[in-house]
Structure formats: C-alpha cells, structure tokens
C-alpha cells in the first residue's frame, strides 16, 4: 500500500496566512512531515542530521533547525549552516503540491499531476465560485472508523444505498435522475434535486443545464471526495490507519452560509454518521469466511467497479522510484 499512497494526490490543510507551516502527510501510514507555504511544499525535515524543523506556523522568512542552528529559506536552499566553511549543497526535497480554492494537496511522487486527475470534469464545474469559499473551522470533524479505507471509498462511490441508509437525503434528491461518470483517475456522481429542493443556477451552456443539480460529488482517485453544494464544498479526505482502520478528515468550505441548512448538503453531520455505520458494518461482515462479493449493478455501481478495477491495475505496477523534486500546482 506505501507505493499506491506516496503516488497520490491527499488532502494536507487549508489555506493559511502564514509563511510556512508543518503538516504531515497521511498520519497514521506515511506519516511524512512536509512544509507548506504560498508557493508550494517540501521536506519538514533538516538535511543535517534529521531533526523535524516546524512543529507550529511561522511567519520568518528563514526556518531554524532546532537541533544545531542550520538554516534554510523558503524555498528550501540553505542559507546558514554552522560548523560548516561552505554551504553544503543539501537543500530540502522539494514535494509536488496544488491548491482547489482554498484546499492544498500533495504528493511524494506522483503518478500523474493533479490536474490531469481532474482534466475530465474542469470545464464542468469551472462555473464553481473556488474563490470565494471561506473555510468554516467549527465544522471540522475527524472520524475513526473500524473498517478498511477501500469500504470507505466505494460506499461513497455509489448512490445505490441512498434510499435504505440515507432517509433525510434520499428526500432531497430525485434519485430516478441520479448519475455517475467515471474518468481515469476521477469520478463524478451527479444528484438531482427533489421538487421544491435547492439547486444550482447553472449557465445555460453548462452540460447539465436542463437538471435541477443539488449536488456534484467528487472523487480524486484514490482517497478524496469532494462533495460541491449550492452553499459551498464538504470535503472528505480518507487517511487509511492500517488493513482495518480509517480515519476520514471532513471540512466545509462556504460560498453561501444562507443555503447551509437546504437541500442534499443539509444535516451532512448525520449523512456522514449513516455512512461510518454502514460501512463499518460492511468490514464486519466482509471478513466472514464464507463471505464472496456477489455482482455489482453495472448503472448504480459503476463507480465501484472502477474503484476495485483501479486499485486492482495499482497492485500489478511496479513500485516507483521515490522522487526528490517537487512542482506546484494552483487551481
């Protein structure tokens, strides 16, 4: 799992207004300390003797390794080093970066850039306002739940359960119309409003322009759902804790507080809640001994076919190389 994981694109924070601060990638399983700052992200960890530099923001235009005084600039270069008569040439590895609105992402050595995972919906949800949305802390959550983190992600890739696990949803969307398009390394559910419902002002160009649309669900293959209401975005970010343990991060980002509480991205505190239990209680009885996973619906489960056969082909390639240079990316 360490080869798919260090290829893929994850959730790291929110935009902050500072010069650097210290994240880690994926705790729990890569556990990387990384930098983040306006232009990108790179190794939290001095190229000296190993010590991790950050523990809290900054707003210095130099980082100091506590544990013997080297220093480096935001960029990563060196630009003090005692002891030393010459600057070492060892500055920090630089890690692939990109920013949604206000989400960062990274990743160690990624298997395609960020935006090619998302190429095939841009143009779809370019009349999004990414811009605008401000990040809502008190709507941070972080769950743990006793199940494997694929179960996590191929219950969210499927509208199939909606109306048996989701009552208060499954009234807020007309789910005769519901639809899911799968890309290579993105898919995209698409759920039409109830009569009565909120829904986008879509243009009149937009592809989706004769649907009353209540919400665009996300998945950035292989560990982030980004969920996109009329008020604003539900993000989950899937963080596996090993074979059988998740934690699954949730932030919301709003463009319109007044639709907040309308709609299918209503009461998502209680959606999200539905979804855990299903889920853990799908990891309970997939470990049965007499248990086979019988045939998907090829409309309403699409989205778990593509997921299984892309995780699937992920095992077969070979690991890759780790990379030592990192891009950033800003959407």
Do not use: K
Request: hydrophobic letters at 40%; one cysteine or more.
């Amino acid at each position: 799992m360490d080869a798919l994981l260090t290829r893929a694109w994850s959730f790291v924070d929110t935009e902050r207004p500072h010069a650097a601060w210290p994240v880690t990638l994926l705790p729990g399983s890569l556990d990387e300390p990384l930098l983040l700052t306006a232009e990108g992200a790179m190794s939290n960890v001095c190229t000296h003797r190993g010590a991790c530099l950050l523990d809290a923001p900054t707003d210095a235009r130099t980082i100091r390794c506590p544990y013997h005084g080297r220093r480096f600039r935001l960029d990563g270069a060196i630009s003090a080093a005692p002891g030393f008569e010459a600057l070492p040439d060892e500055p920090l590895p630089g890690v692939a970066s990109a920013a949604l609105g206000p989400m960062r992402f990274a990743s160690l050595d990624p298997a395609a850039s960020f935006d090619d995972h998302l190429a095939p919906v841009r143009e779809r949800l370019a009349f999004f306002p990414w811009e605008t949305l401000a990040h809502d802390p008190a709507s941070d959550r972080a769950f743990t739940l006793e199940a494997p983190w694929t179960l996590w992600c191929e219950n969210y890739l499927e509208g199939f359960h909606i109306p048996y696990v989701h009552p208060s949803l499954a009234r807020a969307l007309d789910l005769a119309r519901y639809s899911v398009e799968v890309f290579d390394r993105c898919a995209l559910q698409i759920g039409d409003a109830s009569e009565g419902e909120v829904a986008f002002a879509l243009p009149p160009a937009h592809p989706d322009a004769d649907r009353r649309v209540g919400g665009f669900y996300l998945f950035v293959w292989p560990l982030t759902a980004i969920n996109l209401y009329p008020w604003g975005v539900s993000l989950n970010a899937v963080q596996p804790l090993g074979p059988d343990r998740t934690r699954v991060v949730y932030r919301a980002y709003v463009a319109r507080p007044e639709l907040r509480e309308r709609g299918a991205g209503a009461g998502l505190d209680d959606v999200e809640a539905e979804d855990d239990a299903i889920v853990e209680r799908a990891a309970r009885g997939v470990r049965s001994r007499l248990y086979r996973q019988g045939g998907l619906n090829p409309t309403q489960e699409a989205g778990v076919a593509w997921f299984q056969d892309r995780l699937y082909r992920c095992s077969q390639e070979a690991p890759p190389s780790a990379s030592r240079s990192g891009s950033s990316e800003d959407r």
